[in-house]
């Protein structure tokens, strides 16, 4: 074994970089540290001339964990030196956990003899693939000694590399372990964009709706970046894969601006910044179309949505401070959440362009970023929709209520009062209106003034509302007029509480310009027998209050005929 280490060693230090020792490699190592790379030059090179560069001290020896090139380099060799120190063959997993690289050649060498040449990337369908899933894997055993490992990677995306050795199941293990993540991940954004969409179904509110949309395209971009939709959804797809990509990425970000004009509303509160936000989004979306269908270069559609990803990232935090200088009042909440997801899309996206080391909780740092975005925004929503509510609330209230008395309107009043109608006459239980009209109350405001007459009026109404028991109603029916409806209340009750009103309206005193106002009431009476409806209740009730004007006011009348009140105080 110290044998095999010794020359692995020599090996390595003509190579530039340590061997990675089988029995001694963690899992969870990426193995960037163990690897030399050359970028290769104009003309593509073949396996014997990488060994030529690699023996001629052309490759240089990797300083971390995951080598990463950035957009648009040429293709890149790596090379890596394995030593199986036991006794025996044992499998490995070679796993780069990279979902977009477009071509790569593995190639494992013995003694300078290739033994194997395997292709992979996803320019070819997950068919043909010897390890299926999103990431590019290949199983081999490596026998007793030294193997060489040249990679060859050429793609027009980011080439970032997070190559990984283990075994068959740990490679799973870690794949389930990341799936768990993944599936809070997308178990909570997929739940938030429905609740959101349930809430526009209900509320035709377009803010519901926008955000549902900047999380669908979240969840899209994601979803394809990560590799699990080209493994689920289109598996043989391979030019859809080679696109999708950067599509996404510009719907994410227009789909974020789009929720930022509706939810701020830029295009009152910041008419400029709201133009120029709708050009940004038309613009990239312009040039990614002329990059997909006129020069169909990949490099550039993806350069189009980095950039225009990256000025999403910068223009949604000033928009925030844009809405919290003019006062919109959910501006903290929105500014907070796109810094967090500002600074986890930037932190990605530098990690996967090669301007920043990368590392897997850079990868991931968009995802976290948007789960803080997603939550804070989330209760910004709950806070508007509360707010939303309130309103319609107090809106509904104040249609169906009389703004001085706070009693029921006439329309409001008629909505509640028919189906207790119904109720009565399909049950055959009793029904009575008291409808009462404040006496000479025009004199009250033409001798004291209509503050006065309003006195007079809410008085009037503390009087009747506090008389009622509960399924009582009661409205303002008119300028000084009040309606209520009794229901299971026979007639001799319906009087015997009309004279009690009655009495206690005549000891109401208002204050009338330093002197002391009182004032009295008539009443009609009636109770639902042979009526067709509840109009012909009302009117006669109405004749009944007019017989108390006729002979006199103050005083309470009802239909001819009626059984004499147990109580009767006139």
């Not at 003309?43 to 001629?56: C, K, N």
């Not at 009730?541 to 103050?554: A, E, I, M, V």
């Amino acid at each position: 074994m110290a044998c095999m280490l010794a020359i692995a060693a020599c090996w390595s230090s003509i190579a530039g970089a340590n061997p990675v020792v089988l029995d001694r490699l963690s899992p969870a190592t990426a193995l960037g540290l163990h690897m030399s790379y050359m970028q290769e030059p104009a003309a593509p090179m073949s396996l014997e001339e990488a060994q030529a560069a690699l023996a001629a001290g052309r490759f240089r020896a990797s300083t971390a964990a995951v080598l990463a090139f950035g957009i648009g380099s040429p293709p890149v060799w790596v090379h890596m030196t394995v030593v199986n120190a036991g006794a025996q063959k044992v499998t490995r997993r070679l796993l780069i956990e990279n979902p977009w690289l477009d071509h790569i050649d593995v190639l494992l060498l013995e003694d300078g003899r290739l033994l194997r040449h395997v292709t992979l990337g996803d320019s070819q369908p997950q068919s043909i693939r010897p390890v299926p899933g999103r990431f590019f894997a290949v199983d081999h055993d490596f026998d007793i000694g030294t193997t060489e490992l040249f990679l060859r990677v050429e793609t027009p995306d980011p080439i970032v590399l997070p190559v990984f050795l283990m075994s068959p199941a740990e490679a799973d293990r870690r794949e389930l372990n990341q799936g768990y993540g993944y599936g809070f991940i997308y178990g909570y954004l997929a739940a938030l964009l429905v609740y959101n969409l349930v809430l526009f179904a209900s509320l035709r509110n377009r803010i519901y709706l926008s955000y549902g949309g900047f999380l669908a395209a979240f969840l899209g971009m994601n979803l394809a970046y990560t590799g699990h939709a080209f493994a689920w959804w289109w598996p043989e797809q391979t030019i859809l894969q080679q696109w999708i990509i950067p599509i996404l990425m510009v719907l994410f970000g227009i789909s974020g601006l789009a929720f930022a004009k509706t939810f701020l509303n830029t295009a009152t509160r910041a008419p400029h910044l709201h133009r120029t936000m709708s050009t940004i989004a038309g613009l990239s979306a312009g040039l990614l179309a002329m990059a997909m269908l006129i020069s169909g270069n990949q490099r550039d559609a993806l350069l189009v949505a980095f950039i225009f990803v990256t000025l999403f990232s910068g223009l949604m935090p000033l928009l925030g401070v844009v809405a919290l200088r003019s006062g919109h009042p959910y501006a903290r909440y929105f500014l907070v959440a796109t810094l967090a997801s500002m600074t986890g899309t930037l932190v990605t996206a530098l990690a996967v362009w090669g301007f920043m080391p990368y590392s897997d909780w850079k990868f991931r740092a968009v995802e976290v970023g948007m789960l803080v975005d997603a939550t804070v925004l989330a209760l910004a929503l709950g806070r508007q929709f509360r707010s939303i509510r309130m309103e319609y609330m107090l809106a509904e209230k104040l249609a169906s209520r009389d703004s001085l008395t706070d009693l029921y309107n006439r329309r409001s009043f008629l909505d509640i009062a028919r189906s207790l109608w119904s109720a009565a006459r399909r049950n055959g239980r009793p029904l009575s209106l008291i409808l009462l009209d404040i006496d000479h109350f025009k004199k009250i405001n033409d001798g004291y003034g209509h503050g006065v007459g309003d006195a007079a009026l809410v008085e009037t109404a503390k009087v009747l509302t506090d008389a009622l028991r509960q399924g009582d109603i009661v409205s303002r029916w008119g300028g000084e007029e009040f309606l209520l409806m009794l229901p299971d209340t026979s007639l001799e009750a319906a009087i015997t509480l009309a004279e009690r009103l009655r009495h206690a309206i005549a000891d109401i005193r208002v204050d009338a310009n330093g002197t002391e106002l009182s004032f009295t009431a008539s009443f009609g009476v009636a109770q639902q027998t042979r009526q067709e409806s509840l109009d012909h209740l009302i009117t006669e009730t109405d004749n009944c209050l007019y017989r108390s004007k006729r002979q006199g006011r103050n005083r309470t009348s009802y239909e001819p005929g009626a059984p004499r009140p147990a109580y009767d105080p006139g």
